[in-house]
């Protein structure tokens, strides 16, 4: 997750009408065994909504594991609210993967370890090459599914911006969009 991932919105309404707001713009996250997506509802995005604990992603017919879903808190602000978040993959995703890939180099390791223990047969280039590949596929598919999901971080922006009326936080001091030329006096 990068800099660009954290996200600050600013909303009047309070933390309850925000809350009020995500439940009838969003379904719940709840399982439908005849919906395409495979969460009962329509609507285009799903929200999983825990106390001031908010995790939105967008509704989705074909299954991407590796796709942005916004993780952020409703912070109570004057006669506001602020919205704190971050964009990231499913934490379960990420734990699996790690775990995947942790397999997959041990198992590679522990096959070039026999084969040049025992010194590698020709044409048995395979016991080389498919752990290697298995792990570049390992690396390569989140890159993947994050491309195929590229669009879905502006598409939630969107959504909370639509669902909230909010506005993103202006540092206090911000630099305009103009050239500044530099010319001596």
Known sequence: MGKSDVVELRTDLSPDECLRRLRE???????????LSG???SKPVIAKLTGTKIKLWKRRYYKNSFAPFFFGALVPQG??????GHFGMDPFVKVF?????????LGAVAALTARFSQGIPSGDLAAIVIPFAMILFGLALPRFGQWLGRSEKKDLLEFLQTALATQPIEAEFTLSGRAIENKPL
Do not use: M
């Not at 006669?79 to 704190?84: L, P, S, V």
């Not at 993967?97 to 180099?105: D, E, I, K, N, S």
């Open 25 to 35: 713009a969003a379904d719940p996250p709840q399982f439908g065994p005849f919906s």
């Open 39 to 41: 969460y009962k509802g």
């Open 79 to 84: 006669a506001g609210t602020r919205i704190e």
């Open 97 to 105: 993967l790690a775990f995947w890939l942790g397999a997959v180099f």
